[in-house]
């Protein structure tokens, strides 16, 4: 009866393949299994598809590229990636803009001060495989802090990550490594 609860997640195009891949990873598949569900195809693996980095992305990585190999190793910015429209990351489900309103808006943490916190919109997912490893970013565009002439209300909120945020959004876009600390905003 599971094999068939599985193929019908496969084949219902509304679940993603990621949480289906997921949910065979983290299930014993002959637990799963009874005797009628020995026909069953297994999935096929998915094609990757590279595509090249548009200049926006290609600027924003050759300037975090320092960074970004501080924190991975030998890393090289790449001239094409495998672009995706969700992903999952610590068990949290991300996607694009133009995929989710609701799972594209979150938090990370900034790079130069480890207890500020970004608030941005994801615009893009892609991985990279170097060295037989895959890392994940997420393109963000991130709202621009709000002048500090203004009072802010939610200034004693802090350890939940309250505050006040512009409507306006930064020219150029940030580069977030997937394994950084990034959490939903709404």
């Known amino acids: 009866m599971g094999g068939r609860i599985v193929l019908w997640l496969w084949n219902d195009h509304s679940v993603p393949k990621t949480e289906v891949h997921t949910y065979l990873n ?4 002959h637990s799963l299994r009874d005797e009628s569900d020995t026909d069953i195809p297994s999935p096929k693996p998915k094609k990757v598809k590279l595509k090249p980095l548009d200049e926006v992305v290609q600027a924003a990585m050759k ?3 320092k960074d970004l190999q501080c924190k991975l190793g030998f890393f090289h ?6 672009f995706q429209d969700r992903v999952t990351i ?3 489900g991300f996607t694009t803009y133009c995929t989710s309103e609701s799972h594209s808006v979150i938090f990370f943490q900034d790079a130069g ?8 919109i994801v615009h893009a997912i892609f991985q990279v495989i170097q060295d037989n490893t895959t890392h ?4 963000v565009n991130c709202y621009l802090m709000p002048m500090t002439s203004l009072p802010d209300p939610l200034a004693c909120y802090l350890e939940f ?11 150029e876009v940030t580069i977030v490594l997937g394994s950084q600390k990034i959490d939903h905003a709404i």
């Not at 983290?26 to 598949?29: A, D, G, R």
């Not at 910015?77 to 495998?82: L, Q, R, V």
């Not at 505050?163 to 959004?169: I, N, P, R, T, V």
């Open 26 to 29: 983290t299930h014993s598949t």
């Open 63 to 65: 300037r975090s590229e």
């Open 77 to 82: 910015c790449p001239e094409k990636a495998d």
């Open 90 to 92: 610590n068990n949290h």
């Open 113 to 120: 001060d480890y207890l500020a916190l970004v608030l941005g």
């Open 136 to 139: 994940i970013f997420l393109v």
């Open 161 to 171: 990550g309250a505050g006040l945020w512009s409507s306006e959004m930064q020219k």
